[in-house]
Protein backbone atom coordinates (compact mmCIF):
# COMPACT_ATOMS: atom_id res chain seq x y z
CA UNK A 1 0.00 0.00 0.00
CA UNK A 2 2.92 2.40 0.71
CA UNK A 3 4.48 1.93 -2.44
CA UNK A 4 1.31 2.51 -4.53
CA UNK A 5 1.01 5.75 -2.33
CA UNK A 6 4.78 6.79 -3.12
CA UNK A 7 4.29 5.79 -6.73
CA UNK A 8 0.65 7.83 -6.88
CA UNK A 9 2.44 10.83 -5.21
CA UNK A 10 5.22 10.47 -7.59
CA UNK A 11 2.96 10.60 -10.97
CA UNK A 12 1.37 14.07 -9.20
CA UNK A 13 4.82 15.53 -9.13
CA UNK A 14 6.14 14.32 -12.19
CA UNK A 15 2.64 15.64 -14.24
CA UNK A 16 3.14 19.23 -12.75
CA UNK A 17 6.82 19.33 -13.74
CA UNK A 18 5.05 18.12 -17.53
CA UNK A 19 2.31 20.85 -17.10
CA UNK A 20 5.18 23.48 -16.91
CA UNK A 21 7.79 21.90 -19.20
CA UNK A 22 5.43 21.32 -22.37
CA UNK A 23 3.60 24.16 -22.41
CA UNK A 24 4.53 24.50 -26.17
CA UNK A 25 2.32 21.70 -27.01
CA UNK A 26 -0.54 21.40 -28.48
CA UNK A 27 -3.89 20.07 -27.13
CA UNK A 28 -3.86 16.69 -29.33
CA UNK A 29 -0.15 16.32 -27.90
CA UNK A 30 -0.91 16.84 -24.31
CA UNK A 31 -3.48 14.61 -24.78
CA UNK A 32 -1.79 11.67 -25.91
CA UNK A 33 0.98 12.45 -23.14
CA UNK A 34 -1.88 12.43 -20.59
CA UNK A 35 -2.65 8.65 -22.03
CA UNK A 36 0.70 7.56 -22.33
CA UNK A 37 1.49 9.01 -18.93
CA UNK A 38 -1.72 6.36 -17.94
CA UNK A 39 -0.11 3.11 -19.57
CA UNK A 40 3.07 3.72 -17.96
CA UNK A 41 2.48 1.10 -15.58
CA UNK A 42 3.69 0.69 -11.62
CA UNK A 43 5.70 3.57 -11.33
CA UNK A 44 6.89 2.61 -8.13
CA UNK A 45 9.30 0.10 -10.59
CA UNK A 46 12.14 1.47 -12.59
CA UNK A 47 10.77 -0.05 -15.70
CA UNK A 48 7.28 2.27 -14.65
CA UNK A 49 9.51 5.20 -13.85
CA UNK A 50 11.07 4.90 -17.27
CA UNK A 51 8.36 4.40 -19.40
CA UNK A 52 6.89 7.96 -17.65
CA UNK A 53 9.98 10.16 -18.03
CA UNK A 54 9.94 9.20 -21.85
CA UNK A 55 6.11 10.23 -22.32
CA UNK A 56 7.25 13.39 -21.01
CA UNK A 57 10.39 14.27 -23.13
CA UNK A 58 10.19 11.84 -26.11
CA UNK A 59 7.02 11.57 -29.01
CA UNK A 60 4.40 10.07 -26.97
CA UNK A 61 3.39 7.87 -29.88
CA UNK A 62 6.38 6.92 -30.29
CA UNK A 63 6.78 6.74 -26.37
CA UNK A 64 3.71 4.30 -26.42
CA UNK A 65 5.33 2.23 -28.84
CA UNK A 66 8.80 2.05 -27.10
CA UNK A 67 6.97 1.12 -23.65
CA UNK A 68 4.43 -1.79 -25.32
CA UNK A 69 7.86 -3.11 -26.40
CA UNK A 70 10.07 -2.23 -24.23
CA UNK A 71 12.66 -5.23 -25.11
CA UNK A 72 12.74 -4.08 -28.89
CA UNK A 73 15.50 -1.24 -29.53
CA UNK A 74 14.20 1.35 -31.99
CA UNK A 75 16.61 -0.11 -34.98
CA UNK A 76 16.01 -3.78 -34.07
CA UNK A 77 15.71 -6.69 -36.51
CA UNK A 78 13.21 -6.38 -39.40
CA UNK A 79 9.66 -7.70 -38.00
CA UNK A 80 8.84 -10.85 -39.85
CA UNK A 81 5.28 -12.94 -40.25
CA UNK A 82 5.61 -16.52 -38.34
CA UNK A 83 7.44 -18.87 -40.06
CA UNK A 84 5.37 -20.55 -42.40
CA UNK A 85 2.58 -18.53 -42.40
CA UNK A 86 1.19 -15.46 -43.18
CA UNK A 87 2.92 -13.26 -45.65
CA UNK A 88 5.04 -16.20 -46.44
CA UNK A 89 1.91 -18.38 -47.39
CA UNK A 90 0.95 -16.07 -49.73
CA UNK A 91 -2.04 -16.90 -52.94
CA UNK A 92 -2.47 -14.26 -55.49
CA UNK A 93 -5.96 -13.90 -55.88
CA UNK A 94 -6.24 -10.94 -58.17
CA UNK A 95 -4.69 -7.42 -59.64
CA UNK A 96 -6.03 -4.38 -59.92
CA UNK A 97 -8.29 -4.46 -56.62
CA UNK A 98 -9.54 -1.41 -54.60
CA UNK A 99 -12.25 -3.60 -52.67
CA UNK A 100 -13.29 -6.50 -52.40
CA UNK A 101 -15.78 -9.29 -50.50
CA UNK A 102 -15.54 -13.01 -50.08
CA UNK A 103 -18.68 -14.39 -49.80
CA UNK A 104 -19.41 -17.93 -48.11
CA UNK A 105 -16.17 -19.26 -48.76
CA UNK A 106 -16.89 -19.52 -52.46
CA UNK A 107 -17.28 -16.29 -54.06
CA UNK A 108 -14.96 -13.34 -54.30
CA UNK A 109 -16.23 -10.03 -55.57
CA UNK A 110 -13.81 -7.78 -56.52
CA UNK A 111 -13.71 -4.26 -57.32
CA UNK A 112 -11.19 -3.12 -59.83
CA UNK A 113 -9.48 0.55 -60.35
CA UNK A 114 -11.74 1.18 -63.79
CA UNK A 115 -14.55 0.70 -61.29
CA UNK A 116 -15.87 -2.57 -62.61
CA UNK A 117 -17.43 -5.16 -60.24
CA UNK A 118 -15.89 -8.24 -61.02
CA UNK A 119 -17.89 -12.13 -59.50
CA UNK A 120 -15.47 -15.04 -59.57
CA UNK A 121 -15.53 -18.34 -58.07
CA UNK A 122 -12.92 -18.96 -55.47
CA UNK A 123 -10.12 -21.72 -57.60
CA UNK A 124 -11.08 -20.66 -60.82
CA UNK A 125 -8.91 -17.93 -63.04
CA UNK A 126 -12.29 -17.10 -64.95
CA UNK A 127 -14.96 -14.51 -63.73
CA UNK A 128 -17.89 -12.14 -64.80
CA UNK A 129 -18.66 -8.45 -64.97
CA UNK A 130 -21.24 -7.94 -62.52
CA UNK A 131 -21.61 -4.14 -62.75
CA UNK A 132 -19.65 -0.78 -63.56
CA UNK A 133 -19.46 2.51 -62.58
CA UNK A 134 -19.26 1.39 -59.03
CA UNK A 135 -18.51 2.66 -55.95
CA UNK A 136 -19.32 0.47 -53.21
CA UNK A 137 -21.21 -3.04 -52.88
CA UNK A 138 -22.30 -5.74 -50.71
CA UNK A 139 -22.53 -8.89 -51.91
CA UNK A 140 -25.03 -11.38 -49.64
CA UNK A 141 -24.50 -14.37 -51.69
CA UNK A 142 -23.19 -15.92 -55.12
CA UNK A 143 -26.37 -14.10 -57.19
CA UNK A 144 -27.96 -11.32 -54.50
CA UNK A 145 -25.59 -7.96 -54.74
CA UNK A 146 -26.44 -4.37 -53.43
CA UNK A 147 -23.98 -1.73 -55.31
CA UNK A 148 -23.87 1.72 -54.65
CA UNK A 149 -23.04 3.60 -58.40
CA UNK A 150 -20.52 6.63 -58.20
CA UNK A 151 -23.65 8.42 -58.59
CA UNK A 152 -24.78 8.07 -55.28
CA UNK A 153 -27.89 5.22 -56.35
CA UNK A 154 -28.04 1.88 -54.89
CA UNK A 155 -28.96 -0.83 -57.01
CA UNK A 156 -30.23 -4.07 -55.79
CA UNK A 157 -28.52 -6.61 -58.48
CA UNK A 158 -29.55 -10.18 -59.29
CA UNK A 159 -26.70 -11.67 -60.88
CA UNK A 160 -25.54 -8.83 -62.46
CA UNK A 161 -26.96 -5.03 -63.78
CA UNK A 162 -29.24 -6.43 -66.99
CA UNK A 163 -31.43 -7.52 -63.58
CA UNK A 164 -31.63 -4.90 -61.23
CA UNK A 165 -34.01 -2.76 -59.07
CA UNK A 166 -33.27 0.88 -57.44
CA UNK A 167 -33.25 1.24 -54.12
CA UNK A 168 -32.28 4.55 -52.83
CA UNK A 169 -30.83 7.96 -54.13
CA UNK A 170 -28.05 10.53 -52.77
CA UNK A 171 -26.57 7.30 -50.56
CA UNK A 172 -23.52 8.04 -48.54
CA UNK A 173 -23.46 4.18 -47.23
CA UNK A 174 -25.81 1.28 -46.42
CA UNK A 175 -25.55 -2.06 -44.68
CA UNK A 176 -28.25 -5.05 -46.18
CA UNK A 177 -29.51 -6.75 -43.25
CA UNK A 178 -31.27 -9.43 -45.91
CA UNK A 179 -32.87 -9.25 -48.95
CA UNK A 180 -35.29 -6.62 -48.79
CA UNK A 181 -34.46 -4.69 -45.56
CA UNK A 182 -31.52 -2.88 -45.30
CA UNK A 183 -30.17 0.06 -43.33
CA UNK A 184 -29.13 3.55 -45.65
CA UNK A 185 -27.20 6.47 -44.47
CA UNK A 186 -28.16 9.73 -47.03
CA UNK A 187 -25.43 12.25 -48.13
CA UNK A 188 -27.42 14.63 -45.53
CA UNK A 189 -26.53 12.00 -42.50
CA UNK A 190 -29.83 11.10 -42.12
CA UNK A 191 -29.83 6.97 -41.38
CA UNK A 192 -33.13 5.09 -42.38
CA UNK A 193 -34.28 1.54 -42.25
CA UNK A 194 -35.80 0.35 -45.51
CA UNK A 195 -38.20 -2.32 -46.37
CA UNK A 196 -37.53 -3.04 -49.71
CA UNK A 197 -37.07 0.91 -51.17
CA UNK A 198 -37.05 4.58 -50.43
CA UNK A 199 -40.73 4.05 -50.92
CA UNK A 200 -41.40 1.93 -47.59
CA UNK A 201 -38.67 3.89 -45.37
CA UNK A 202 -38.44 4.78 -41.36
CA UNK A 203 -35.90 7.78 -40.21
CA UNK A 204 -33.43 5.79 -37.54
CA UNK A 205 -31.31 8.95 -36.63
CA UNK A 206 -29.99 11.91 -38.14
CA UNK A 207 -26.31 13.52 -37.87
CA UNK A 208 -24.97 9.85 -38.41
CA UNK A 209 -21.23 9.46 -39.38
CA UNK A 210 -21.31 5.49 -38.88
CA UNK A 211 -23.07 2.56 -37.89
CA UNK A 212 -23.71 -1.16 -37.78
CA UNK A 213 -27.05 -3.23 -37.48
CA UNK A 214 -27.21 -5.61 -35.02
CA UNK A 215 -30.61 -6.96 -36.49
CA UNK A 216 -33.81 -6.06 -37.73
CA UNK A 217 -34.27 -3.40 -34.78
CA UNK A 218 -31.67 -2.79 -33.11
CA UNK A 219 -28.36 -0.66 -34.53
CA UNK A 220 -25.24 1.23 -32.83
CA UNK A 221 -24.92 4.67 -34.48
CA UNK A 222 -22.12 7.02 -34.52
CA UNK A 223 -23.45 10.84 -34.51
CA UNK A 224 -20.83 13.75 -35.98
CA UNK A 225 -20.59 14.57 -32.41
CA UNK A 226 -18.35 11.17 -31.82
CA UNK A 227 -20.82 9.57 -29.76
CA UNK A 228 -21.74 5.76 -30.16
CA UNK A 229 -25.46 5.44 -28.94
CA UNK A 230 -26.90 1.75 -29.62
CA UNK A 231 -30.55 2.27 -30.38
CA UNK A 232 -34.01 0.13 -30.56
CA UNK A 233 -35.76 1.65 -33.20
CA UNK A 234 -35.11 4.97 -33.40
CA UNK A 235 -32.84 7.60 -31.12
CA UNK A 236 -35.86 7.93 -29.14
CA UNK A 237 -34.80 4.86 -27.58
CA UNK A 238 -31.20 4.47 -26.90
CA UNK A 239 -28.11 4.18 -24.77
CA UNK A 240 -25.40 5.72 -24.60
CA UNK A 241 -21.79 3.06 -25.57
CA UNK A 242 -18.97 5.35 -25.97
CA UNK A 243 -17.90 9.09 -26.37
CA UNK A 244 -14.66 10.09 -28.39
CA UNK A 245 -15.45 7.63 -31.22
CA UNK A 246 -13.99 7.48 -34.59
CA UNK A 247 -14.54 3.79 -35.61
CA UNK A 248 -16.12 1.01 -34.16
CA UNK A 249 -17.24 -2.59 -34.39
CA UNK A 250 -19.76 -4.98 -32.49
CA UNK A 251 -19.51 -9.19 -32.41
CA UNK A 252 -21.74 -10.72 -30.11
CA UNK A 253 -22.06 -8.58 -26.52
CA UNK A 254 -18.62 -7.18 -27.06
CA UNK A 255 -17.82 -3.61 -29.12
CA UNK A 256 -14.41 -2.48 -29.54
CA UNK A 257 -14.00 1.17 -30.15
CA UNK A 258 -11.36 3.13 -31.41
CA UNK A 259 -10.73 6.42 -30.00
CA UNK A 260 -10.36 9.74 -32.20
CA UNK A 261 -7.50 10.53 -30.69
CA UNK A 262 -4.48 8.89 -30.45
CA UNK A 263 -5.90 5.92 -32.55
CA UNK A 264 -6.48 3.53 -29.46
CA UNK A 265 -8.37 0.23 -29.37
CA UNK A 266 -10.34 -0.33 -26.87
CA UNK A 267 -12.70 -3.69 -26.28
CA UNK A 268 -16.18 -3.23 -23.98
CA UNK A 269 -18.00 -6.56 -22.93
CA UNK A 270 -21.57 -5.95 -21.60
CA UNK A 271 -21.34 -3.69 -18.56
CA UNK A 272 -17.59 -4.89 -17.64
CA UNK A 273 -14.73 -1.89 -17.95
CA UNK A 274 -12.63 -1.21 -21.00
CA UNK A 275 -10.05 -3.31 -21.59
CA UNK A 276 -7.32 -1.32 -24.04
CA UNK A 277 -6.21 -3.38 -26.57
CA UNK A 278 -3.81 -1.58 -29.00
CA UNK A 279 -2.54 1.87 -30.13
CA UNK A 280 -1.49 3.38 -33.61
CA UNK A 281 -4.51 1.12 -34.73
CA UNK A 282 -5.49 2.34 -38.26
CA UNK A 283 -8.78 -0.10 -39.44
CA UNK A 284 -9.57 -3.57 -37.59
CA UNK A 285 -11.65 -6.17 -37.48
CA UNK A 286 -12.93 -8.89 -34.42
CA UNK A 287 -12.85 -12.43 -35.18
CA UNK A 288 -14.61 -13.08 -31.75
CA UNK A 289 -14.61 -11.58 -28.65
CA UNK A 290 -11.16 -12.15 -28.10
CA UNK A 291 -9.29 -12.59 -31.37
CA UNK A 292 -9.09 -9.14 -33.46
CA UNK A 293 -6.96 -8.41 -36.89
CA UNK A 294 -5.63 -5.06 -36.50
CA UNK A 295 -4.02 -3.30 -39.65
CA UNK A 296 -1.80 -0.36 -37.63
CA UNK A 297 -0.74 3.47 -39.24
CA UNK A 298 2.01 1.61 -40.87
CA UNK A 299 0.23 -0.27 -42.70
CA UNK A 300 1.15 -3.58 -40.85
CA UNK A 301 -1.46 -6.54 -39.78
CA UNK A 302 -1.40 -8.00 -37.17
CA UNK A 303 -3.20 -10.69 -35.09
CA UNK A 304 -3.77 -10.22 -31.50
CA UNK A 305 -5.37 -12.55 -28.93
CA UNK A 306 -6.32 -10.37 -25.72
CA UNK A 307 -3.98 -6.91 -26.21
CA UNK A 308 -1.18 -6.30 -27.91
CA UNK A 309 1.12 -8.24 -25.65
CA UNK A 310 -0.08 -11.16 -27.55
CA UNK A 311 0.74 -10.43 -31.32
CA UNK A 312 1.33 -12.18 -34.01
CA UNK A 313 2.56 -10.03 -37.89
CA UNK A 314 0.78 -11.43 -40.64
CA UNK A 315 1.83 -9.10 -43.38
CA UNK A 316 3.60 -5.92 -43.66
CA UNK A 317 2.61 -4.53 -46.70
CA UNK A 318 -1.06 -3.23 -46.70
CA UNK A 319 -1.19 0.42 -47.59
CA UNK A 320 -1.89 3.24 -44.99
CA UNK A 321 -5.20 4.49 -46.25
CA UNK A 322 -7.78 3.95 -43.91
CA UNK A 323 -10.51 2.99 -46.36
CA UNK A 324 -11.23 0.40 -47.38
CA UNK A 325 -10.17 -2.05 -44.63
CA UNK A 326 -7.64 -3.61 -47.05
CA UNK A 327 -8.22 -7.60 -45.21
CA UNK A 328 -10.73 -9.70 -44.56
CA UNK A 329 -10.58 -12.65 -42.12
CA UNK A 330 -12.51 -15.71 -42.42
CA UNK A 331 -11.14 -16.62 -39.70
CA UNK A 332 -8.37 -16.89 -37.32
CA UNK A 333 -6.50 -19.02 -39.50
CA UNK A 334 -7.74 -17.32 -42.91
CA UNK A 335 -7.22 -13.98 -44.11
CA UNK A 336 -7.87 -11.89 -47.33
CA UNK A 337 -4.94 -9.09 -47.65
CA UNK A 338 -5.26 -6.43 -49.95
CA UNK A 339 -1.83 -4.60 -50.41
CA UNK A 340 -0.16 -1.41 -51.52
CA UNK A 341 0.24 -2.41 -55.35
CA UNK A 342 -3.67 -2.79 -55.43
CA UNK A 343 -3.10 -6.73 -55.63
CA UNK A 344 -5.15 -9.16 -53.34
CA UNK A 345 -3.49 -12.33 -51.43
CA UNK A 346 -5.19 -15.19 -49.77
CA UNK A 347 -2.82 -15.90 -46.41
CA UNK A 348 -2.68 -18.63 -43.81
CA UNK A 349 -1.66 -18.51 -39.89
CA UNK A 350 -1.22 -21.17 -37.41
CA UNK A 351 -4.89 -22.12 -35.18
CA UNK A 352 -5.94 -19.73 -32.56
CA UNK A 353 -4.99 -20.50 -29.71
Not at 119 to 129: D, F, I, Q
Not at 200 to 215: H, L, S
Not at 271 to 283: I, K, M, T
Not at 309 to 332: N, W, Y
Amino acid sequence: MAARIAGGLLLLALLAVSTSARADDDARTKQLRLLCAQLSGDLTEPGGIAAFRRCLTQDPTGAMKQNAFPGAAPAGPKLTAPAGFGENTRKNIASAVVDFQVVGGRFVYVLETDRRLWRSTLGTTTGNVVDSGVAGFHAMDGALIYVLGTDGKLWRDSGDAKNRSLVDAEVASFQPWDGTLLYVRGKDGRLWREAGDAQTRQVVDTAVQAFQAIDAQTVLVLGRDGKLWRETGDMRTRSLVAGAVSRFHAIADTVYVLTATGNQLWRQTRSDPPERVAGEVQEFQPVDVNLVYVRDTGGRLWREFGAESHRELVDQSLATEPDPAGFQAIDAAQVYVLDKNHALWLETMPPGR
